[in-house]
């Protein structure tokens, strides 16, 4: 069963990397439920093991690509995002003081707390682009303008997978010309 989760997740964020075009240094959130996952309700059924599985499949690829994970933590910390120390660091953020745990955080954002070499929690994010796996609603966590991404993975286990890229605002009305690479 982990292998099969860890694998969905890793088709899950090459996917979304290609088709969201996301580059070195480019941030990704991601929420997952475990619970849901494994047909639980939303924080009523945090499976380290489930979450830990998820996190070893989108991390290497996300990594591999030099992009950074902001790991989305449950509403007990006020979905609160893991980043590493460097991209908080570099983007202005301001730490907060929760260690995440399954059943407080959610076994998610736990992993890669542990994982992280400087793990660092914070309030809020601004990703490119993001993965919400069990209905975690990521969108706090999106740049403005939030586009949807039809993946072929559209579960894990048996959580919806929903994703979405971002991209710069439309200004200027009707005469404006738009740069075709943005859109």
Not at 25 to 40: F, H, N, Q, R, T
Not at 42 to 58: L, M, N, T, W, Y
Not at 146 to 164: E, H, S
Request: hydrophobic share 40%; aromatic share 6%.
């Amino acid at each position: 069963m982990y292998e099969d989760i860890r694998d969905r997740a890793r088709q899950a964020a090459e996917q979304l990397v290609a088709a969201a075009k996301l580059k070195k240094g480019d941030l990704c959130v991601v929420g997952c439920s475990s619970s849901e996952i494994v047909g639980e309700n939303i924080g009523k059924g945090s499976v380290f093991e489930v979450g830990q599985a998820v996190f070893d499949g989108i991390y290497g690829v996300l990594k591999q690509n030099g992009i950074y994970l902001g790991c989305q933590c449950c509403e007990h910390l006020n979905r609160a995002v893991v980043v590493e120390g460097e991209y908080a660091a570099a983007h202005g953020l301001e730490e907060v003081n929760a260690v995440p745990q399954p059943k407080a955080g959610g076994s998610w954002a736990t992993a890669g707390y542990r994982a992280f070499e400087k793990p660092t929690v914070v309030e809020k994010v601004r990703a490119d682009a993001g993965i919400d796996i069990g209905d975690t609603l990521i969108g706090m966590h999106l740049k403005e303008v939030a586009v949807p991404v039809r993946l072929a993975v559209r579960q894990i286990g048996q959580a919806n997978v929903v994703c979405a890229r971002t991209r710069p605002k439309f200004i200027g009305g009707c005469r404006a010309v738009y740069d075709e690479e943005k859109m």
